[in-house]
Nanobody, 117 residues
């Protein structure tokens, strides 16, 4: 059974830092595009950052220069280092692993990040 398990969320003051982790099943991690998404109350789930199998990264404009996505294929784990956090970063953060061929798409259960002003 494929599993994605997020950790590292919590409550932090504005300007602070958190590092999120996503531990994935070994059967899919090294062959998956990995991404972090977030969903604030009453809003849709949006992409935050994505990293390809080869390590290429992409970020939503609002987090560029503050967040860094990385992956450790030896540990089957993806990370999101979040610095200079803002109250608007408050959301549930989800980990995603997907591939277009063969097609699959897995999500974690989410981890809450709350940034106080």
């Amino acid at each position: 059974q494929v599993r994605l398990v997020e950790s590292g969320g919590g409550l932090v003051q504005a300007g602070g830092s958190l590092r999120l982790s996503c531990a994935a099943s070994a059967s899919i991690f090294s062959t998956s595009v990995m991404g972090w998404y977030r969903q604030a109350p009453g809003k849709q789930r949006d992409l935050v950052a994505q990293i390809t199998i080869g390590g290429s990264t992409d970020y939503v404009d609002s987090v560029k220069g503050r967040f860094a996505i990385s992956r450790d294929n030896a540990k089957n784990t993806m990370y999101l280092q979040m610095n200079s956090l803002k109250p608007e970063d408050t959301a549930v953060y989800y980990c995603r692993a997907f591939r277009t061929f063969p097609q699959y798409d897995y999500w974690g259960q989410g981890t809450q990040v709350t940034v106080s002003s």
